[in-house]
């Protein structure tokens, strides 16, 4: 009841945020333009609006969620409007719950309204759209959650300009883990390699959501495989959420 | 059982570079009786504010105990019997009063038509029927502060706790405060309020605190702190014979003479009824009879004085 009130309040004040708009204009450009690439590889152009597309997704998903999500226990204490809710008879971890939930609430509407849009689109070039697009859309989601749990921790630690600058460089290096084992044979059994090799395993590898490419050749992909990913996930946003719990439990407001 | 009470309370602040800060609140130990109204004095920086964060939960202390109606502060039950309202309280711009009592109502845990009888009797009591449907950010600071003092009273709780009430209100906005304390505290409840409106808090409350540096200084009924029972009083008299004044002012602290009469400052009020009825009885007239009580301004400035 108090988790489902702070979370419908938080939705309710992220669709009046400007920024969001300014994000989904850009997203829908983005989508529609995506033909223009199309036009230069011949034959392949609902293939590349596809990936495109999706891509967009992706990207202003997280976008959103990293402008939004680091400033939202943030803003909270820096507005004072903190201050009349935890006083009330509720946990702390019930609040960094209730905003999570309702920015998760916002990304569900954000992802479904960018992939109807990327939908009618390639339905109206001539191309179909099949399971794996929509398993690709799912799992974009379900990094989105990730992601909006580090920024929820973020924003319960840090201003939202560091908090950003944190979350944005975990999405690029979770994007790219392999490049902290593959390194070259001069570092073997080096400090640097145990370093690199220690944030490897802590920082989640985000391309096990990356089904785009599949989605884009109408490749089929294993309903396990999807599970599997979105359970890792899922242990992961749980942790961070914990982490953003406990940080927020003995903080001075 | 006290409503409030601290034990040895004490909150150190840390810088962001993790260096303590000197104490915000030292060791303050206070006992707050149900249905009374408590004045919480002190200058700025004293540690008011940080006192009533410890108190409604929003900052843990360093050392000591606070308790509301025998409940840890540090408990979710405590926050149960309490309603806070900040020094200029800030809500959700975007909402209006009613959708903003029903949030709260939401975060108490009480149910729809619960909410409901809450949104009816506060708007009564607040008068916020006729904006009712202005978003917040378009009030006033009086419409904020009764929404403020609404939003304290959501799920009638036992205990208000008011961080500068009357702060920035005009005479008009800071008198239907005072009233509204007043009538809670006819309602029963225990009203424990911080203010730099010395006048305000020596009109409506039984007892005060007053925090210097961090530390209680004094506490105790006001009449107590100013010493009223003991106080001199001042005697104007007239019409007497030379030799009736010589025989009262040698039982003066200190006389004067002024177009009114004979000015004459007496120990006590008893000494000062014995001038009086042998002034009456040698055929002179009283013209005033005035106690020379300290005021809270004057208390309050010595109690900053004494502290090192």
């Known amino acids: 009841m108090r988790i489902l009130a702070v979370a419908q309040n938080t939705f309710r ?8 708009y300014v994000l989904l204009f850009f997203a829908a450009s983005t989508i529609l333009g995506s033909k223009a690439l199309g036009w230069i590889s011949i034959g392949q152009d609902v293939k590349i609006v596809k990936d495109i597309s999706l891509a967009a997704v992706s990207i202003f998903g997280v976008l959103i969620a990293i402008f939004v999500g680091t400033s939202l226990v943030y803003k909270e204490i820096d507005k004072r409007t903190i201050y009349t809710i935890i006083c009330r008879p ?13 920015m998760a609430l916002l990304l569900a509407i954000v992802t479904v309204v960018m992939t109807l849009v990327t939908a009618a689109y390639v339905l109206s070039l001539g ?21 909006t749990s580090l920024a929820v921790l973020m924003s319960s630690v840090t201003s939202p300009i560091l908090g950003a600058l944190i979350v944005f460089s975990a999405f690029v290096v979770g994007h790219a883990t392999t490049i902290l084992i593959d390194l070259p044979e001069h570092f073997h059994g080096t400090w640097t390699e145990f370093v690199l090799a220690c944030v490897y395993y802590v920082i989640p590898n985000l391309s096990n959501f ?19 990913a979105m359970a890792y996930g899922s242990v992961y946003t749980i942790m961070l959420l914990v982490l953003a719990s406990l940080a927020f439990e003995d903080k001075d407001v | 059982m006290d409503a409030i009470a601290t034990q040895d309370l004490g909150k150190t602040y840390r810088s962001s570079l993790l260096r303590a800060l000197p104490p915000s609140l030292d060791g303050l130990s206070l006992a707050v009786q149900e249905n009374e109204v408590f004045g919480f004095l002190g200058r700025n920086g004293a540690g008011k504010t940080t006192t009533i964060k410890i108190l409604s939960g929003l900052v843990r202390q360093t ?16 926050r149960r019997h309490i309603g806070y309202l900040p020094e200029n309280p800030y809500f959700y711009e975007y909402l209006t009063p009613r959708e903003t009592l029903d949030f709260y109502g939401r975060l108490h845990g009480l149910g729809t038509r619960e909410r409901t009888a809450e949104w009816d009797k506060l708007s009564d009591l607040l008068d916020l029927r006729d904006i009712a449907s202005q978003r917040v950010r378009e009030f006033s600071k009086g419409m904020r502060q009764r ?35 007043l009538r809670m505290r006819d309602e029963k409840k225990t009203i424990f309020f911080s203010s730099h409106v010395l006048g305000d808090v020596e009109q409506i409350c039984d007892r005060v605190g007053i925090l210097v540096k961090g530390k209680l200084t004094s506490q105790g009924r006001i009449d107590e702190l100013l010493g009223k029972q003991d106080s001199p009083v001042e005697v104007i008299v007239t019409g007497l014979a030379a030799d009736v004044v010589a025989e009262l002012e040698s039982k003066a602290l200190s006389t004067r003479v002024s177009e009114a009469g004979h000015h004459l400052t007496l120990q006590d009020v ?28 004057d208390h309050f400035v010595k109690a900053q004085e004494v502290s090192p």
């Open chain 1, 127 to 147: 191309g179909s759209v099949d399971t794996t697009f929509f398993l690709a859309v799912l799992l974009i989601y379900w990094e989105l959650l990730l992601i």
């Open chain 2, 147 to 181: 929404l403020g003092f609404a939003v304290a009273l959501v799920g009638d709780p036992k205990v208000l706790i008011l961080d500068e009430p009357m702060s920035g209100l005009d005479p008009l906005g800071r008198r239907s405060i005072r009233e509204l304390i």
């Open chain 2, 63 to 78: 050392h000591g105990e606070a308790y509301i109606f025998g409940d840890s502060v540090r408990k979710r039950q405590a």
């Open chain 2, 270 to 297: 008893q000494t000062a009824n014995e001038a009086v009825r042998v002034a009456l009885a040698k055929g002179g007239s009283l013209v005033e009879f005035t106690q020379l009580k300290e005021s809270l301004e």
């Open chain 1, 210 to 228: 990356n089904i785009r490419s599949e989605a884009a050749n109408g490749v089929e992909v294993a309903p396990a495989y999807v599970l599997w």
């Open chain 1, 13 to 20: 004040e992220a669709v009046r945020d400007k920024v969001l």
């Open chain 1, 90 to 102: 509720m946990a702390r971890w019930e609040f960094v719950i209730g905003k999570y939930l309702g």
